[in-house]
Every structure is written in structure tokens, then in C-alpha cells.
């Protein structure tokens, strides 16, 4: 028989090919190598093409990228459309890379595939065996072009020509075609027929087993869109496209399971799916795995891995696990601290255009910490933000106009931002209300001040109640009234504010039409004082160096006077010095008592 098979080589190249298909179905794949050798020397394109894919998987001779490379291209340049798609599929992946504009004669493209290893996309060339495939009638390289004028290099791209050549694909029923023909009605407008539409082709792509239609498909039957809405189907298409690989998937399956939504809890298999999900590179399975390792109830947190796995997803490009490793190099939690690395994370968070990285930074900024040029990088983010009309970053820059952070010191345009942010932020109402009582780059005007502070106060903030409270208790800006002062003080003391701690002690200690209730001040002072309010410090030292609610501690009172001096109050140092001059001169006396 092998003597036939020589005889058939010799004699007729298209029947060495036939034979060679015949001995390959046999699985005799050497000796089918050898007559297919044949054909494709002497220019059978269909020969070229199935030996270019002998030597990409080693069929009846060793692999060789090289050679299947250099078989394939021989096979394109001889009309094969089957060889077209794969040559341009192999070269959108960089598994080869023909040049095409150097690679005009045999001994040029010999050159070009002297190694087998990877090579970065050429999508010049992909385009190039695209298109002739897709003239060609090719429904695979209709799709591969879509693809390519869809998702290749800016320059090339051509959405249009694209959805153009995805349809033609589609009607022609191939599944990548029906894929990139839902995706590309997508971008259009979407009415409800459009939705079923695009609906529709995602269920022919998902017919053919595409992972990322099943997955896509489910995401529609979930939210019901083009189809009416049942979780229970999107779940179980998560699950198939899950087990196909496709890590959207498996992340939405396993939050599904971890959270127990329309389908039976199941915290192992639902953190297992989210593991194999960040482990394929899904960036956002890893940091929600990070932030699980934190927030580990009933456990302790495990900040260690936390920082493990925020770490894969910051190197996949994710600005909210960046700006979570972030603080735990701030905190020294599960990493070494360091506030250089803390501040190197948020700026590469910051600079792809995450918000609140940007203010953590300008935060870290304002400690001493970051680089010199943070401050300028930082005021120019906040103002094209702010020029775009955000009403945080343009508080933000505000902020830095009036600190004189990055920019040139200047509070009329920091009032002018402030004043644009307070349409919408509480914070920005209040500094801007502070702008008004201070007359710093505005006029003085006190009543607008009260109604910018009210405002803000309307919303919770506790400054903003006692900067409120404080001009209805001395009648600025409007009328007075102690009693609503004192409901705003009460308001912010329960947030833990120590400025309306002490301010209740004032009020309760008389004055403002108030009854005196001396023991009721002292516990404020004393709330105060232990925040480390310094005024606080100093009336709660002279409550008990006098007795003044019946408690008298001289020794603690020296204690709380100290304290208030070293914050620099100047009027609790008489009150020191008195106290320990008494403290000299009765020092016998008390001693004489002790030891009675």
C-alpha cells in the first residue's frame, strides 16, 4: 500500500491530497502528512492550508509554529479563505506577524517566521486577509473584519463599516457574526424592537455555544430587556457560561450564590466561582474578594489576602481596588505602611481619572506626604473637572484656592468655585457660608452666611449646626433664639462635635436667658475637654479647682489647666499658677491632716 501511495504522489498532486484526507481519517497521520506534502509543493492551496495546520498541532510532524505560519500564508496568497481567516485570526493574537509591507518575495517571508515565539498583534495584516476573505463571501471573515474595525487600533477603526460587515455575516448564520451584529445594534438606538432584535441574535450566538453571548444573554434575561425578566433562566445561563470559562460569568454566578439571589445560598461554591473568576483575570471578582477578606464577619478580617487580591485587581487596571490597597499601605494593615506607596497607588488611581482617589491624595497632599508635583497635578485635575460642571471637584478646587494648594492663593476664585459647589454640597455650603462671615473674597454679608449655613445644617453637618446655632444664640444674620441655638448645639454635641459640647456648657452655666445648671455643665465641659477642646479643658479645671457643681479636685483640675496651656489657651495660666501656689502653701496643713 505505502508503494500505491508513492505512485498516487508521483502521478497526480490533487489525488495525493485525496489520499492524504483519506489516511488522516484513518488516523494514519504520518503517512497522510507525506502525500499532503506533495500537493502542497506543487501549489494546491487547499493542501497549503492543511498543512499549515499540521505543523500549528504537531499532526504527523513535529510542531512548528514557524513552518504552519509560512504554509498558511502560501495558502492565503493562493485564494484559500479558510487559510485568510486563521492568518488573520493568528495575527490579531500575535501568534504571527507577517510585516506585509516587507514580506514581498518567498526568501522575505521565509525570514519573517525564523522563531516561534509570540510576536505583538499585526493588525495591519489582519486587516489585509480580512478583508480579502470577507470579499470572498467568507461569513467568518466578514466577522473577523467587524471585529477588527470594532475593537483594533483607533485608527483603523470604522463602526459602521463594521455593523455593515457583522450583518452580512449574521444573515449568513455564522455565530461570531450574530455576536458582533448584537453588539453592534447595541450602540444604536434602542428602542423595543431593537432590544428583541438585538435579543434575538444574542440567542442564535448563544446556540452556537459562544460563552460570551450565553453570558450576555443572561444579563438581558436578568435585567428583562428584549425579553421578558426571569431570573431563574439568567442564572442558570451564568452557570452554563461559567462552565465554559467565560469569568463575567463566574463572577455574577458567584455573587448570585454568595448572596442567595433567586437561587439556594451556597458560600463555598459562590466564593469558589469568584476565585476562578480574579484568577482568569476578571478585575472586579478580585476586588470584591478583597473586600470580603475585610469585611469577614463572623471571622477577624484577613487584610493580608484583602491586600492580595486588590493587588491583582489594581494591576488589571481597577481604580477602586487601587484606592482600597491604598489605605491599607496607610494604615500598615496586611502590608508594611507606607505612605509613599499609599500616595503612588492613588496617584495612578488619580490619574486614570478616579474622583476619589484624587481628594485621598489631596488629603495625604495636605500631610506632608506625595510627591512635589502631587499639589499642581492635583489642583489640574479639580479644575477640568470643575470646568465641566462636577460640584465636587470644583469644592475641591475652591479648597485648594484658598490653601494656596498647587495654585496661586487666590479666595476670590476660590468663593467663586465654592459658590457654584454649594448648589449641591453641604461642605461647600458651608465654607462658602465661612467666605461670607470672614468677608474673604466676597463681601461681608452675614445673612447670606446664615442661610448658606442653614442649609448646609438641613443636611446633617454637624459644623454647619453649631456655626448656625452660634449666630441665632448673638442674634447675627437674623433674629435670635436661644432655644433653637440650643436644639442645633444638642444636635451636633450627639455627633460628637466638641464645640457644641462646650458651647452647652456655656448655656448651662447661665447667661442667654438660661437657667444655670452648673452639674449639667460640667459633664459637657468635661465631654469637651476630653475630645480636647482647649477652652473646655480650662472651664472644666476651674469647675473643680472651686466646687463650682460641688465636685472639687485640685489635683485634677491642675491636670485639665495644664492641658489647656499646652494647647495655648494664655487665660488658664493664671488659673495654673494660682493653683499650684496654693498647692505650696498648703502642703503642710494637708499633710498634717492625711496622716491624722
Known amino acids: 500500500m505505502a508503494v500505491v501511495d508513492r505512485l498516487i504522489g508521483f502521478a497526480s498532486p490533487t489525488a495525493a491530497l485525496r489520499r492524504s484526507i483519506q489516511l488522516k481519517d484513518k488516523g494514519q497521520l504520518t503517512k497522510a502528512f507525506r502525500l499532503l506534502a506533495v500537493a502542497a509543493k506543487a501549489g494546491i492551496a487547499d493542501a497549503e492550508h492543511r498543512i499549515a495546520r499540521c505543523y500549528f498541532e504537531g499532526s504527523g510532524v513535529p510542531p512548528s509554529r514557524a513552518e504552519g505560519a509560512r504554509w498558511l500564508e502560501r495558502a492565503a496568497r493562493h485564494g484559500c479563505t479558510d487559510a485568510q481567516v486563521l492568518l488573520s485570526a493568528l495575527c490579531i493574537r500575535g501568534a504571527v506577524n507577517l510585516n506585509s509591507s516587507s514580506a514581498t518575495s518567498a526568501n522575505q517571508a521565509n525570514r519573517l517566521f525564523e522563531s516561534d515565539a509570540p510576536t505583538r498583534p499585526d493588525f495591519e495584516s489582519a486587516t489585509k486577509w480580512a478583508r480579502e476573505a470577507a470579499a470572498a463571501g467568507s461569513a467568518e471573515g466578514q466577522a473577523l473584519l467587524g471585529y477588527i474595525l470594532t475593537s483594533g487600533p483607533e485608527h483603523m477603526r470604522d463602526l459602521d463599516e463594521a455593523h455593515h460587515w457583522y450583518e452580512r455575516a449574521a444573515a449568513a448564520g455564522c455565530p461570531q457574526g450574530h455576536l458582533g451584529y448584537a453588539l453592534s445594534l447595541a450602540r444604536l438606538d434602542r428602542d423595543e424592537r431593537r432590544r428583541r432584535q438585538i435579543f434575538d441574535q444574542l440567542h442564535r450566538a448563544a446556540d452556537a455555544n459562544l460563552p460570551t453571548a450565553i453570558y450576555l444573554l443572561a ?121 509613599g506607596e499609599a500616595a503612588r497607588l492613588l496617584r495612578a488611581a488619580a490619574d486614570a481619572g478616579d474622583q476619589a482617589s484624587q481628594v485621598d491624595l489631596a488629603n495625604l497632599v495636605l500631610q506632608g506626604a506625595g510627591d512635589p508635583q502631587d499639589p499642581t497635578r492635583i489642583a489640574g485635575w479639580f479644575e477640568q473637572a470643575a470646568a465641566c460642571g462636577d460640584l465636587i471637584a470644583a469644592f475641591n478646587l475652591g479648597v485648594c484656592l484658598v490653601r494656596g494648594m498647587g495654585v496661586e492663593r487666590d479666595e476670590e476664585q476660590a468663593a467663586a468655585w465654592l459658590r457654584r459647589a454649594a448648589e449641591g454640597l ?17 463681601p461681608c454679608d452675614l445673612k447670606a452666611a446664615r442661610a448658606w449655613f442653614t442649609r448646609a445644617a438641613e443636611s446633617g453637618m454637624a459644623d454647619a449646626q453649631v456655626a448656625v446655632a452660634e449666630m441665632m444664640l448673638n442674634g447675627r444674620g437674623g433674629p435670635s ?116
Not at 427 to 441: K, P
Not at 501 to 514: D, I, Q, S, T, V
Not at 528 to 549: F, T
Request: proline share 4%; with cysteine; glycine share 10%.
Open 219 to 339: 444579563v438581558m434575561t436578568e435585567q428583562g430587556v428584549g425579553v421578558k425578566r426571569d431570573p431563574s433562566s439568567a442564572i442558570e445561563l451564568y452557570r452554563r457560561a461559567a462552565e465554559m470559562g467565560q469569568h463575567s460569568a463566574q463572577a455574577r454566578l458567584g455573587i448570585a450564590l454568595l448572596e442567595g439571589w433567586n437561587t439556594e445560598k451556597d458560600l463555598i461554591n459562590g466564593e469558589s466561582w469568584l476565585r476562578r473568576a480574579a484568577l482568569a483575570g476578571d478585575a472586579d471578582a478580585a476586588k470584591l474578594l478583597g473586600d470580603r477578606c475585610v469585611r469577614s464577619s463572623p471571622l477577624p478580617p484577613n487584610y493580608m489576602e484583602a491586600a492580595s487580591w486588590y493587588t491583582r485587581a489594581a494591576e488589571a487596571g481597577h481604580q477602586g481596588a487601587t484606592r482600597a490597597l491604598a489605605s491599607l499601605y496607610l494604615t500598615g494593615a496586611g502590608v508594611p505602611q507606607d505612605k
Open 426 to 442: 453641604p461642605e461647600a455650603q458651608y465654607m462658602y457660608g465661612r467666605l461670607l462671615v470672614e468677608g474673604r473674597g466676597v
Open 481 to 596: 433664639s436661644t432655644a433653637e441655638a440650643l436644639e442645633l448645639f444638642e444636635k451636633a454635641a450627639a455627633k460628637g462635635h466638641p464645640g457644641a459640647m462646650f458651647a452647652l456648657g456655656a448655656l448651662h452655666a447661665g447667661g442667654h436667658g438660661m437657667p444655670t445648671d452648673r452639674h449639667l455643665a460640667q459633664q459637657w465641659f468635661r465631654a469637651a475637654a476630653e475630645l480636647g477642646h482647649g477652652y473646655a479643658q480650662m472651664m472644666l479645671g476651674r469647675y473643680l479647682s472651686n466646687g463650682a457643681a460641688g465636685d472639687q479636685d485640685d489635683e485634677e483640675a491642675r491636670l485639665w489647666f495644664e492641658r489647656a496651656v499646652a494647647q495655648g489657651i494664655a487665660e488658664a495660666e493664671p488659673h495654673l499658677a494660682a493653683l499650684r501656689a496654693s498647692a505650696r502653701v498648703y502642703s503642710p496643713v494637708r499633710e498634717q491632716a492625711r496622716r491624722a
